[in-house]
Structure formats: C-alpha cells, structure tokens
Nanobody
C-alpha cells in the first residue's frame, strides 16, 4: 500500500558528488520525519540524516558539512546531496519515512529497497 523508491546511487570517485532521491507513494495520509540510513557490509544500519516535516534536520557527525538533506512535502520526496565523498561513505543507502497511512490509519516507519553508493578510484 505504501512504497518508497530510491534512485541516484552509483559509483563515484573520492571527492565526487552524488544526489540520492526517494519518493513515497500509496495510501499516505501524512508523513512525519523522513531520513536516510546506510549499511556497509558486515556493519549495522546507521543514521545518516533526518528531516522533519517542518524542515528541522539532523546529521551524523561523519557527514556534517558534506551531506545535505531536503524534502518536498507536496511531492512526498526526500533527497540527499552528498559532496566530498570518501571511500568510507560506501554503503547501501536506505530511505525511511515515518508516516500515517489511510484506511487503516496506522503510523509506521517504512523503508525503501536501498541503493548502492560506491566511492572508489
């Protein structure tokens, strides 16, 4: 009933940039916070950045000053602009949305399928 679809991953050289996008669709009544998480091989899934419906942002220390999260509430989309990428940024990036569905009315965190980001020369 609800889908989060990510796009924009790929291979980039160290120091390069990528922009990830995520679109939420389906029987959505309201979206609260949206965010990006990442998971490197053999590691747990970690928070990268989140943004509330009012535009308040939060970033992991490792990406502050390099990544920028933004959202379009009218389009139910969230984006992550990633600059000055490092090899340690290599991971699968997942979109997350804390949202309220319609009929039934349920608040639940939804996840996208993930998109690979590889930073390598």
């Amino acid at each position: 009933q609800v889908q989060l679809v990510e796009s924009g991953g790929g291979l980039v050289q160290p120091g390069g940039s990528l922009t990830l996008s995520c679109a939420a669709s389906g029987r959505i009544f309201r979206i609260y916070a949206m965010g990006w998480y990442r998971q490197a091989p053999g590691k747990q899934r970690d928070l990268v950045a989140t943004i509330t419906s009012g535009g308040i942002t939060n970033y992991a220390d490792s990406v502050k000053g390099r990544f920028t999260i933004s959202r379009d509430n009218a389009q139910n989309t969230v984006s992550l602009q990633m600059n000055s990428l490092k090899p340690e940024d290599t991971a699968v990036y997942y979109c997350n949305a804390d949202l309220l569905t319609m009929s039934p009315t349920i608040r639940y965190p939804y996840w996208g399928q993930g998109t690979q980001v590889t930073v390598s020369s």
